[in-house]
């Protein structure tokens, strides 16, 4: 980057109004507003179009729908109640304790285990395993940056009207597929299926890789179901797949011929 675009960089890295920024830039340069407006347009169009930027319109409903994003984001990670991760895990290396002390560290768990504490948001932040273990209390293991990657992929999807369904293959807990189906819908773009698919009971043994379905009770597990009705993204758009079988919530209306079909009641 050159000088310029280091300093328009440096302006944007702690989050910026446009109008604010063409200011400072034609007041940093001693130009005309007008061609610091049209340099810095440039500037974050091509930035945003390698994703490196993201540009809100200073609208209620996109600012509501930022919110709304940035806190299911959080739910589905959770970082909302992440101490409880802590005190869970405290709990399964002391035991549980009713004494003074004992009581007192798990209220206060993320200042007596700090270094645990901020460890574990870190691998939050990233979606690694925290002390080596597979994420058990969050509704997806991918983390807030991927969360956040599928959020800029979708929002490109819908900006360049790209068209097609979203897909999500092996959702486990379903926290990402439910996020992308919340990025359907607050967006505007919920005439689009959210296709769900796993075996929905682990990894599957190599006999049932080829063996089809036989008991429709046993296709969805109840917890994700649950989950995308805790979540409010339950819809007729939303499609469970599970061993080549397809299973459309009761009420929607779909075109496909596929012969396994089945629906489920939302
Ligand atoms: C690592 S987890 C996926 C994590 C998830 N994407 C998230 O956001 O947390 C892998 C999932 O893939 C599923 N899976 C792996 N192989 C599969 C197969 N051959 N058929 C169906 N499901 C499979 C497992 O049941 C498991 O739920």
């Given at each position: 980057m050159?000088?310029?675009s280091?300093?328009?960089w440096?302006?944007?890295?702690c989050g910026?109004?446009?109008?604010?920024l063409?200011?400072?830039?034609?007041?940093?340069?001693?130009?005309?507003?007008?061609?610091a407006s049209e340099?810095?347009?440039?500037?974050?169009?091509?930035m945003g179009a390698l994703?490196?930027?993201e540009v809100?319109?200073?609208s209620?409903?996109?600012q509501?729908?930022k919110r709304?994003?940035?806190l299911?984001k959080?739910?589905l990670?959770n970082t909302?109640y992440?101490?409880h991760?802590l005190r869970?895990?405290?709990?399964?290396?002391?035991g549980a304790?009713?004494d003074i002390?004992?009581a007192r560290t798990?209220?206060d768990?993320?200042y007596?285990?700090?270094k645990?504490?901020a460890e574990?948001?870190?691998?939050k932040?990233?979606?690694?395993?925290?002390?080596?273990?597979?994420?058990?209390?969050?509704?997806?293991?991918?983390g807030?940056?991927?969360?956040q990657?599928?959020e800029?992929?979708a929002?490109?999807v819908?900006?360049?009207?790209?068209?097609?369904?979203?897909m999500?293959?092996g959702?486990?807990?379903?926290?990402?597929?439910?996020?992308?189906?919340a990025?359907q819908?607050a967006?505007g773009?919920d005439?689009?299926r959210?296709?769900?698919?796993?075996?929905?009971?682990g990894l599957?043994?190599?006999?049932?890789?080829?063996?089809r379905?036989?008991s429709?009770k046993?296709?969805?597990?109840p917890g994700?179901r649950?989950r995308?009705r805790?979540?409010?993204t339950?819809s007729?758009h939303?499609?469970?797949c599970?061993n080549?079988?397809?299973?459309?919530p009761?009420?929607?209306r779909?075109?496909?011929?596929?012969r396994?079909?089945k629906?489920?009641?939302?």
């Amino acid at each position: 980057m050159n000088a310029t675009s280091v300093f328009i960089w440096s302006k944007l890295g702690c989050g910026s109004d446009f109008d604010q920024l063409a200011r400072t830039i034609a007041l940093h340069y001693g130009i005309d507003p007008g061609r610091a407006s049209e340099a810095l347009n440039d500037f974050v169009d091509h930035m945003g179009a390698l994703g490196f930027v993201e540009v809100d319109d200073a609208s209620e409903a996109s600012q509501l729908r930022k919110r709304y994003l940035d806190l299911l984001k959080s739910a589905l990670v959770n970082t909302l109640y992440a101490e409880h991760e802590l005190r869970i895990e405290w709990l399964e290396r002391h035991g549980a304790g009713t004494d003074i002390a004992s009581a007192r560290t798990l209220r206060d768990i993320r200042y007596a285990d700090r270094k645990d504490f901020a460890e574990l948001l870190a691998c939050k932040a990233d979606g690694r395993n925290w002390k080596g273990r597979v994420t058990r209390f969050s509704h997806t293991m991918v983390g807030m940056r991927r969360l956040q990657n599928l959020e800029w992929c979708a929002t490109r999807v819908f900006s360049d009207g790209v068209a097609g369904d979203f897909m999500e293959a092996g959702v486990c807990q379903g926290g990402a597929s439910i996020f992308m189906r919340a990025l359907q819908v607050a967006h505007g773009e919920d005439h689009r299926r959210m296709w769900v698919a796993d075996s929905f009971e682990g990894l599957p043994s190599r006999a049932q890789t080829s063996t089809r379905a036989t008991s429709s009770k046993k296709l969805v597990s109840p917890g994700s179901r649950q989950r995308w009705r805790r979540y409010r993204t339950i819809s007729p758009h939303t499609a469970f797949c599970r061993n080549g079988c397809i299973f459309f919530p009761a009420g929607s209306r779909t075109h496909l011929k596929a012969r396994q079909s089945k629906r489920w009641r939302c």
